[in-house]
T-cell receptor
Framework: EDKVVQSPLSLVVHEGDTVTLNCSYEVTNFRSLLWYKQEKKAPTFLFMLTSSGIEKKSGRLSSILDKKELFSILNITATQTGDSAIYLCAVRFGSNYKLTFGKGTLLTVNP | KAGVTQTPRYLIKTRGQQVTLSCSPISGHRSVSWYQQTPGQGLQFLFEYFSETQRNKGNFPGRFSGRQFSNSRSEMNVSTLELGDSALYLC????????????FGQGTRLTVV
């Protein structure tokens, strides 16, 4: 069965800490992996990864994909309270480009 | 350009009723996917429409159905509502090509009482 698993499910840190969120997947005919941030309602797009070993970076956030070991990580350095959110990982796969989400990681950053 | 628009934003229905939710994708996007989000289950895939045809389907009962119109707008219908259908329903649009991401609407919060 195709699946996307995120860990940890929740995480509490202090401002200034660095966090690493994990996403592993088992799918047939992998196409791409996407990261989203969800604060209240609509998830907002962060990164899309298709190739192994190429880091995507945006400010304090970065992500990398390992297609051999079937996982991705999302790093957030110098965390701020505004980083508190659910971080979702999704994988697009198959001939129909189906997009399946993990359950998400709830990150809480305390001042 | 305008984002993904979902209507209504909030809805309260009673058990046994039916409901129709609407999603207008970003201009030029031909794929619309629907998801149900609950605290315990996370984001669960309902179905995807592309060019007015259902291309992918999740593991939901037949009470959940959808359709897509020629202008790519999509509707989702839930019949015979149950309390457990209370959730945030999100739709996402994309061009449905390998190198494109999906953009989400603000969602419809459905409460079944």
């Amino acid at each position: 069965e195709d699946k996307v698993v995120q860990s940890p499910l929740s995480l509490v840190v202090h401002e200034g800490d660095t966090v690493t969120l994990n996403c592993s997947y088992e799918v047939t005919n992998f196409r791409s992996l996407l990261w989203y941030k969800q604060e209240k309602k609509a998830p907002t797009f962060l990164f899309m990864l298709t190739s192994s070993g190429i880091e995507k970076k945006s400010g304090r956030l970065s992500s990398i994909l390992d297609k051999k070991e079937l996982f991705s990580i999302l790093n957030i350095t110098a965390t701020q309270t505004g980083d508190s959110a659910i971080y979702l990982c999704a994988v697009r796969f198959g001939s129909n480009y189906k997009l399946t989400f993990g359950k998400g990681t709830l990150l809480t950053v305390n001042p | 350009k305008a984002g993904v628009t979902q209507t209504p934003r909030y809805l309260i229905k009673t058990r046994g009723q039916q409901v129709t939710l609407s999603c207008s994708p970003i201009s030029g996007h031909r794929s619309v996917s629907w998801y149900q989000q609950t605290p315990g289950q996370g984001l669960q895939f309902l179905f995807e429409y592309f060019s007015e045809t259902q291309r992918n389907k999740g593991n939901f009962p037949g009470r959940f159905s959808g359709r897509q119109f020629s202008n790519s707008r999509s509707e989702m219908n839930v019949s015979t509502l149950e309390l457990g259908d209370s959730a945030l329903y999100l739709c996402a649009s994309s061009r449905r090509q390998e190198g494109t991401e999906a953009f989400f609407g603000q969602g419809t919060r459905l409460t079944v009482v």
